[in-house]
């Protein structure tokens, strides 16, 4: 079954204890991205990747590193997580990038999301 | 920066009815508009992308169309059922990147 997967679903962690989320597709698609979900903002995106090794900032990276050394696999990775960065995160992937050409593949398939607590 | 609102926030009808949905963005040089589903607890589920080469796109009872001139996009729901019931979101694609508007919840009252 073609799929985004995330684990863990769920983590309640402490402020300063480093974790990772980890994101697999098995779709082969190029680009993948992480996103936050928090009550009133919607979804914002933290980063993306265009291909591997090629991974560039979203809207809000700050506190946050990804590294794209599979094709499949996209972690995102919190080296000193802080209580704002308490919410629920999707991580996303579609064939291509947006690069305004004509044509299917770039439409993004989601994950089920990680709901992340720091406390 | 893109920036991406949905109106309303929240809306209530009766099953049946047909209903329009809006989504407006500032910057109207975007690449592709995509519709989304969310039911509470669960992920995004990929309803409707349209191309900025095209105006509209449609899957069964759902019509999309984009008029990147005026900044808006409007998802069409014919007949409305329970089950149509979730927040749809709408997503602007820039420059490789994905801008969301916070989402219109849905309530479809039986």
């Known amino acids: 079954e073609a799929q985004v997967t995330q684990n863990p679903r769920y983590l309640i962690t402490v402020t300063g204890k480093k974790l990772t989320v980890t994101c697999s597709q098995n779709?082969?698609?190029?680009?993948m991205s992480w996103y936050r979900q928090d009550p009133g903002l919607g979804l914002r995106q933290i980063y993306y990747s265009m291909n591997v090794e090629v991974t560039d900032k979203g809207d809000v990276p700050e506190g946050y590193k990804v590294s794209r050394k599979e094709k499949r696999n996209f972690p995102l990775i919190l080296e000193s997580p802080s209580p704002n960065q308490t919410s629920l995160y999707f991580c996303?992937?579609?064939?291509?990038?947006?690069?305004?050409?004509?044509?299917?593949?770039?439409?993004?398939?989601f994950g089920p999301g990680t709901r992340l607590t720091v406390l | 920066k893109q920036e991406v609102t949905q109106i309303p926030a929240a809306l209530s009808v009766p099953e049946g009815e047909n209903l329009v949905l809006n989504c407006s963005f500032t910057?109207?040089?975007?690449?592709?508009l995509q519709w989304f589903r969310q039911d509470p607890g669960k992920g995004l589920t990929s309803l409707l992308l349209?191309?900025?080469?095209?105006r509209e796109q449609t899957s069964g009872r759902l019509n999309a169309s984009l008029d990147k001139s005026s900044g808006r996009s409007t998802l069409y729901i014919a007949a409305s059922q329970p089950g149509d019931s979730a927040t749809y979101l709408c997503a602007a694609a820039l420059f490789n990147k994905f801008y969301f508007g916070s989402g219109t919840k849905l309530n479809v009252k039986p």
């Open positions: 779709m082969n698609h190029e680009y």
């Open positions: 996303a992937s579609s064939l291509f990038g947006v690069l305004g050409l004509s044509g299917s593949g770039y439409e993004q398939f």
């Open positions: 349209i191309q900025s080469s095209q």
């Open positions: 910057d109207s040089a975007i690449y592709n």
